[in-house]
């Protein structure tokens, strides 16, 4: 089926707006913003809103990359490549230019946004796997208020995200840390493919030691995108290579890969742990500043 089915179809003027319309059309409309992971779902007919509303003119309210506090914030209508070319998103993560680099091609990254990504909630979702590494936060917005979701209480599991009916994600807020580096490693059939597998380290170092690590995972199963068996191994650790080992271990043992076109699941399962040991080489090297 390559024809979306009859969809009525409405323009938000503002956020607010937004969720006015969300509450007047009831739990079959659905928001639009890049259209990139929604409109094929809808030729498919995978999904079949009643109304789209369409959150391009929003662009003006949320879509930025900017610091406030102590949080590097990303407006949810931030397209790919804005994150991509942000220079305050690569000076405090490289994971995002990282990842970002990787997402499809150049025509989706133009149009997809980062909110759409992580309300799909694919997954193989390459941003989710970042945000679950960096322990970053939803801030989300309904006509009772805001409320911030940490992403482990956001992503409740395949395609299904905290985000309700009548609610909109307004933008993610990663806590910015000082002496920390990170890196994302995928791997892909093809360039501008969807993970066969990928992992994204955070490590925090003071002295030799680890302070603080995040480990996400895409593609392979892993709940709400993250290894918290590798985190437990490396908090408090030497950054060393049997640390990095131990971790790797930890990070297959908490992946639940499926056989499929791209692998069979004991491939991606070792390529985990693989990916795993890179991301935390890269990681601390940036920490140490070593790699520009
Ligand atoms: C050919 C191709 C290759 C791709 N490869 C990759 C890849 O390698 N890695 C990867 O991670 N992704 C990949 N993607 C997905 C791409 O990143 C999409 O752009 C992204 O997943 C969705 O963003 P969007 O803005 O297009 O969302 P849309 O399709 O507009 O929306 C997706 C979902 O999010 C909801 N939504 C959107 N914005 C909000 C909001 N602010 N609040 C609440 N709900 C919202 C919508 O209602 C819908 O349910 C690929 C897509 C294509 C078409």
């Known amino acids: 089926m390559q024809t979306p089915a009859p969809v009525e179809y409405e323009r938000a003027a503002s956020v607010d707006d937004a969720i006015a319309l ?100 694919d997954p193989s979702e390459d941003l989710s796997a970042v945000f679950a590494t960096l322990g970053a936060r939803a ?39 000082t002496g920390c580096g990170s890196a994302y490693e995928k791997v892909e059939r093809r360039a501008g493919d969807w993970a066969v597998v990928a992992v994204g380290a955070l490590v925090c170092l003071d002295g030799d030691r680890i302070t603080d690590a995040g480990v996400g995972l895409a593609a392979v199963g892993a709940e709400h995108f993250r290894s918290p068996a590798a985190e437990e191994i490396l908090r408090g650790a030497e950054p060393s290579e049997a640390t990095f080992d131990a971790a790797a271990v930890a990070a297959s043992a908490d992946c639940d890969p499926q056989s499929d076109q791209r692998g069979p699941a004991d491939y991606k399962r070792h390529l985990a742990g693989e990916l795993t040991r890179r991301a935390l080489r890269r990681a601390t090297a940036r920490a140490r500043g070593q790699e520009g």
Request: charged share 25%; net charge negative.
């Open 22 to 121: 969300l509450e007047r059309h009831g739990p079959e409309a659905r928001l639009i913003a890049g259209g990139h992971s929604l409109l094929p779902m809808m030729k498919l007919r995978l999904a079949r809103p009643d109304v789209l509303i369409d959150i391009n003119d929003l662009a003006e309210e949320l879509a930025y990359v900017r610091i406030d506090g102590d949080d590097l914030c990303i407006g949810a209508m931030t397209r790919h490549r804005e994150l991509l070319e942000s220079p305050v998103a690569g000076e405090h993560y490289r994971i995002l230019h990282d990842a970002e680099r990787v997402i499809a091609d150049p025509v989706v990254r133009n149009r997809g946004t980062v909110g759409g990504s992580i309300c799909q909630a």
């Open 139 to 177: 801030v989300i917005r309904s006509s009772s208020g805001t409320r911030v979701v940490a992403m482990d209480d956001f992503h409740l599991g395949a395609y299904t995200t905290a985000v309700g009916p009548a609610e909109i994600l307004l933008e993610v807020r990663v806590p910015i840390r």
